[in-house]
């Protein structure tokens, strides 16, 4: 008979029969267990002096067990003696800053005279010293009923999408509560932000409840700095957490077994509800995955639960979670912005002004399907309703002082501005911008302004009346006239104006009539 270590249930089995008067032959027999080791475990129990009048204990049997089946160990090898005298050299390789790879120690212990193979050597350090030794698994317990949800993409395979009409890989997102072992699917061709969000809501609304916590993965459109204490989610993603109220605590990188209620029910998910399946559409697919999770994964006794899912929802969850969105989620953008000379920053190719205290300084922008907001900081500087690309939205107390009636093109402005510097100034700013396109001749409006300012208001009056007269609009005329005058002209001291003289070649009217104003009525010249 070939050897094997006797369980606890043979070794009592053979002392209760030694215990009953059987002889070791009988026992052998009966116990299926050679006489020579039914002997030894009998000598064994006479030598400590067990009871033949009572049933032993468990404590007894084992002592006898274990005195039988302790040997010594065999002696060390040649080459586990010469590695012992490598200890401290190896351990210092292995446990450096920067360690050696075990192939490179055992060249170097080679080259110092060791006759030791790399097998020996390996299973040397890993005996002896530790090395690549995993650590233990530790089954961490479930969470409270409606305290959590994993989730996390899987990939399905290829689909044929009929609106790109072309085959595309089909990813699921797998929310699955940790309690109850409940899972919901949702079909997509993307793994954004957006998608995300939408399939969680339309979680929610299937679970009719929503978890106070969520651990996903370190999915860019969740996580944007991933951190094993202190992860940064996206902008977009921790304001959906903020507006639904539940909290997110994202995995360790590469550590799967931070979410394992999740990991193990994606290769589930692609066999038992993706795989021979055919559909028609994005919408098909997520109507199939929403029926099979409440009809197949849901119905289904849980391999380690060992309850229906949907069941243990029903009667223990659903109660304890949070109460489902009741309107879908606005997935807002969230981008930094410099704010250009012109006072408005870019966003989603749209343009927005920003107050002047704010130029060239770098900003916050939240935009969303009706608002953008503009943040210096944590203050809120700025709301604009959301503009199409190419649109532009701008505040005209955003510019300067006397800025923006230009950057506007305010026509209205100009003219109001030129009427304050003389009658006939605002007469001539009026006949100046007379036309179906007066924002195309403001420039010479505000040449006309400059004048102003150059050489008075009271010259430019006098000599717009006088151009008025003639019916001379023209800027470039009014400044040669106002470079001729001999002298400025100003107003005194009663804001009156000074008449300039009248242009070298004027004539007055009376110059040009042909007859008296007596003899037209006498009927004229023969």
């Known amino acids: 008979m070939s050897y094997r270590e006797l369980t606890m249930i043979d070794v009592k089995e053979v002392l209760r029969r030694w215990q009953a008067g059987q002889s070791v032959r009988q026992i052998a027999r009966d116990a299926v267990v050679d006489r020579k080791t039914v002997a030894r475990y009998i000598a064994t129990a006479e030598k400590l002096e067990l009871p033949r009048d009572r049933a032993l204990d468990d404590g007894e049997v084992h002592e006898v067990a274990q005195r039988e089946q302790t040997r010594a160990l065999p002696d060390a090898s040649a080459e586990r003696r010469e590695l012992e005298r490598h200890r401290d050299r190896i351990a210092a390789w292995l446990g450096a800053a920067r360690p050696l790879r075990l192939s490179k120690i055992h060249v170097l212990l080679r080259r110092d005279g060791l006759d030791a193979s790399y097998a020996t050597l390996r299973r040397f350090a890993m005996e002896e010293l530790g090395w690549q030794k995993k650590e233990p698994t530790v089954r961490v317990d479930d969470a409270p009923p409606g305290q959590e949800a994993q989730i996390d993409f899987g990939k399905m395979g290829l689909m044929f999408d009929p609106e790109a009409e072309k085959r595309r890989v089909l990813w699921a997102l797998i929310i699955t509560l ?14 954004t932000t ?10 929610f609304r299937f679970f009719g409840g929503m978890p106070r916590t969520i651990i996903p993965d370190n999915m860019s459109a969740i996580v944007a700095a991933p951190d094993a204490l202190a992860p ?6 921790a304001d959906y957490a903020q507006t639904r109220g539940f909290f997110v605590d994202p995995a360790r990188v590469r550590s799967p077994k931070d979410k394992p209620r999740v990991e193990n029910q ?18 098909d697919s997520r109507e ?24 243990e929802f029903e009667l223990v969850e659903k109660a304890a979670m949070l109460p489902p969105p009741t309107e879908p989620f606005d997935v807002p953008i969230w981008t930094t912005a410099k704010v250009h000379p012109d006072h408005h920053v870019e966003v ?3 343009l927005y002004s920003v107050p002047s205290i704010y130029r060239c300084h770098r900003v916050r922008v939240r935009a969303d399907r009706s608002l953008v907001r503009i943040y210096a900081g944590t203050a809120l500087v700025k709301t604009h309703a959301r503009q199409p690309p190419g649109g532009r939205s701008t505040d005209p107390s955003d510019y300067p002082v006397g800025k923006s009636a230009y950057a506007l093109r305010n026509v209205d402005a100009l003219l109001k501005t030129a009427q304050g510097k003389g009658l006939h100034v605002g007469r001539y700013a009026e006949r100046l ?14 040449a006309l302004l400059r004048l102003c300012e150059k050489y008075g208001d009271g010259r430019v009056e006098a000599v717009c009346q006088s151009a008025l007269s003639f019916d001379v609009v023209d800027v470039v005329r009014i ?12 107003r005194d001291d009663t804001n009156n104006v000074v008449q300039l003289p009248l242009p070298r070649f004027a004539r007055p009217q009376k110059h040009f009539e042909t007859r008296d104003g007596g003899a037209s009525g006498e009927g004229g010249a023969s």
């Open 433 to 446: 911008l007379a036309g179906p396109l007066p924002w195309a001749r403001m420039r010479q409006g505000y």
């Open 232 to 237: 940064r989610l996206t902008d977009a993603f």
């Open 348 to 350: 989603a190719r749209a």
């Open 178 to 191: 940790s309690f109850s072992r409940y899972m919901f699917v949702w079909p997509s061709f993307t793994q």
């Open 266 to 283: 994606v290769a589930y998910v692609r066999e038992s509800w993706f795989d021979g399946e055919t559909f028609t559409s994005l919408g």
């Open 288 to 311: 199939s995955a929403e029926s099979w999770c409440r009809d197949v994964a849901g119905a289904r006794v849980h391999g380690t639960t060992r309850k229906v899912p949907r069941e």
């Open 479 to 490: 400044t040669k006239m106002l470079k001729r005058a001999a002298a400025p002209a100003t």
């Open 194 to 203: 957006a998608a995300v969000c939408e399939g969680l809501d339309r979680a």
